[in-house]
Antibody, heavy 119, light 108 residues
Framework: EVQLVETGGGLIQPGGSLRLSCAASGFTVSSNYMSWVRQAPGKGLEWVSVIYSGGSTYYADSVKGRFTISRDNSKNTLYLQMNSLRAEDTAVYYC?????????????WGQGTLVTVSS | SYELTQPPSVSVSPGQTASITCSGDKLGDKYACWYQQKPGQSPVLVIYQDSKRPSGIPERFSGSNSGNTATLTISGTQAMDEADYYCQAWDSSADNYVFGTGTKVTVL
């Protein structure tokens, strides 16, 4: 059974850093495309970042230069390092597996972890 | 940057058909996916590659995509279908994934 479990969220002051983790089971993270998607309170879904199986990474303009996506193959875990956090980064952060075949979408999602940026 | 626009809300009577549109420049040249999100839950993929249903998704969910508009249709809508729905596409020019603005479906 495929499962994604995010951890690492919490309350952080503006300008601070936080690292989110997403532990996967039932499939191999390094063989798949993996992504982070966030949802601010009461708002819609916003794509944040993706890491392809080959290692290429891409980011939304809103987080480029501040966030870094990575993975640990030995732990089968995806990460999101978030630096220089702003109030507008407050959101539930979901990790999701992305289908490698074009148009197959985000087929598995974690339960999400809440990040609150506030002083 | 690429944008996908959806109507904020759609209302439908039980047993009737709900149609949710998603508009974007030349969206028909891309693949569209659709997600259902109920309050307090993670999104669930209900349509991929414009019109295909993942395993376990009821047949009453269908999709189409042409021109500048993708459409999610829920036939014989049930109370359990009340949720927020998001379309999504991939912007190849920027290697970015894009979500629509979201539509709240209310079953009256």
């Amino acid at each position: 059974e495929v499962q994604l479990v995010e951890t690492g969220g919490g309350l952080i002051q503006p300008g601070g850093s936080l690292r989110l983790s997403c532990a996967a089971s039932g499939f191999t993270v390094s063989s798949n495309y993996m992504s982070w998607v966030r949802q601010a309170p009461g708002k819609g879904l916003e794509w944040v970042s993706v890491i392809y199986s080959g290692g290429s990474t891409y980011y939304a303009d809103s987080v480029k230069g501040r966030f870094t996506i990575s993975r640990d193959n030995s732990k089968n875990t995806l990460y999101l390092q978030m630096n220089s956090l702003r109030a507008e980064d407050t959101a539930v952060y979901y990790c999701a597996r992305v289908g490698a075949v074009a148009g197959t979408g985000f087929d598995y999602w974690g339960q999400g972890t809440l990040v609150t940026v506030s002083s | 940057s690429y944008e996908l626009t959806q109507p904020p809300s759609v209302s439908v009577s039980p047993g009737q058909t709900a149609s949710i549109t998603c508009s974007g420049d030349k969206l028909g040249d891309k693949y569209a996916c659709w997600y259902q999100q109920k309050p307090g839950q993670s999104p669930v993929l209900v349509i991929y590659q414009d019109s295909k249903r993942p395993s376990g998704i009821p047949e009453r969910f269908s999709g189409s995509n042409s021109g500048n508009t993708a459409t999610l249709t829920i036939s014989g809508t049930q109370a359990m279908d009340e949720a927020d729905y998001y379309c999504q596409a991939w912007d190849s020019s920027a290697d970015n994934y894009v979500f629509g603005t979201g539509t709240k479906v209310t079953v009256l």
